[in-house]
């Protein structure tokens, strides 16, 4: 394997930070029975512009790079389409090539190795014919009200749903035979597509596959998540250190409460696991600042963290400090990236481009001839007086 871990610490940071993982022994057995590297895919629908909010899926695929894995990224155009058309058919292949470039900055910014990275195009298969006619197979043996219930979580939903909307989570699920891996990995609003992945991909002949779940980080306002369609929910890769700071400045931060809080979250799923990649020892050691000359606090666990903020020794205005130093840390080479490519920057163009915003001109009311509007004036009071 790749990587320099024993197999059993391999499998320890495979399954670490996770809030699941179905058939686990199926990633037992790859690497302790097979001794080869697990093969992982994480898909993601090829629509918005990412932001801050895919440091915490690309946290995990840095672990599972450095637990010696081969992770292949799925760039799902055609999921992208399909999902009530969230993209553009004409933007659809810039928006591809964008999500390639950001993905591996991310994860170059953290300091992992991406040379068993791979990305594949969904639709560099998924017209084939061997593709369609397992798709046909899986739709004759689905019920509507199956697939809706798969994609509940992830696809948009209406009183009238388009077809699309429900091939998607048997196309999800076709995947993981066609990118010939052991396990999928994505959040917990995906359980519903993989227990259909589980149930159904037997009946048409092909094996089950483990499946790795992330927990759903609170977003930095008050969305249960961090969204591209909440602007004030998300930090943007590409923002600089004052737009950083002043989302940050805005997010939900509530003193000595945890739940909800997209702060305290973003510590423990992103800057913490960052910190830990980039560590000769694999332990966080994240510092946090304090006013009048008082020691800093260094914490190197979560639980002590907490247990500070829930006591008020560590205060909102003190922790934003600390995560807008360390996310700028990551963010910056990923600018400079940016700055020094300009095949990235004329791909951003065409994948996101600016619509102009028509400035609405403010008609003036034609108020006439003011000698003609004084004599009706006058004759409609000389009327009202009679």
Not at 27 to 41: A, F, G, M, S, T
Not at 57 to 67: G, N
Not at 118 to 144: M, N, P, V
């Amino acid at each position: 394997m790749a990587s320099d871990l024993s197999p059993e610490d391999s499998i320890r940071r495979i399954k670490s930070n996770l809030a699941e993982v179905l058939n686990p022994e199926i990633i037992d057995h790859v690497i302790l029975e097979e001794k080869r590297p697990l093969r992982v895919y994480w898909g993601t629908a090829t629509t918005g512009r990412p932001h801050c909010g895919y440091l915490v899926p690309m946290m995990k695929v840095a672990e599972l790079l450095s637990a010696g894995c081969h992770v292949k990224i799925l760039l799902a155009d055609i999921h992208a389409y399909i999902d009530n058309m969230k993209a553009p058919m004409e933007l659809i292949e810039y928006r591809a090539k964008y999500y390639e470039k950001v993905i591996k900055s991310l994860l170059r910014a953290v300091g992992v190795d991406i040379s068993q990275l791979e990305f594949i195009l969904g639709s560099s298969y998924q017209l084939s014919q061997a593709y369609t006619l397992d798709r046909f197979k899986l739709e004759g043996i689905t019920r509507i009200n199956v697939a809706q219930k798969a994609g509940a979580e992830v696809v948009k939903q209406t009183d009238d749903p388009t077809l699309g909307g429900l091939i998607y989570p048997l196309m999800q699920a076709l995947d993981e035979q066609y990118l010939d891996v052991d396990a999928q990995f994505g959040g917990v609003d995906q359980r519903k597509i993989f227990t259909f992945a589980i149930e159904n991909l037997p009946k048409i002949g092909y094996q089950i596959r483990a499946h790795l779940m992330n927990p759903m980080v609170p977003g930095l306002g008050d969305a249960a998540k961090m969204s591209a369609s909440d602007p004030e929910s998300k930090i943007d890769v590409l923002d600089g250190p004052d737009q950083v700071e002043k989302k940050l400045k805005k997010a939900k931060c509530v003193p000595r409460e945890l739940e909800a809080n997209g702060i305290i979250a973003f510590v423990e799923h992103v800057i913490f696991r960052a910190l830990a990649l980039k560590s000769k020892d694999n332990i966080p050691y994240f510092k946090v600042e304090r006013h009048d000359g008082a020691e800093p606090l260094i914490y190197t666990c979560i639980e002590k963290l907490k247990e500070d903020y829930v006591a008020d020794i560590l205060t909102p205005q003190l922790l934003k400090i600390a995560v807008n130093r360390d996310l700028n840390q990551i963010l910056k080479p990923i600018h400079d990236e940016y700055q020094a490519d300009s095949d990235w920057k004329d791909i951003e163009q065409h994948a996101y481009p600016v619509i102009p915003t028509e400035k609405k001109v403010k008609k003036s009311r034609d108020k006439g001839d003011p000698a003609k509007r004084a004599a009706a004036l006058a004759a409609k009071k000389l009327k009202e007086s009679s």
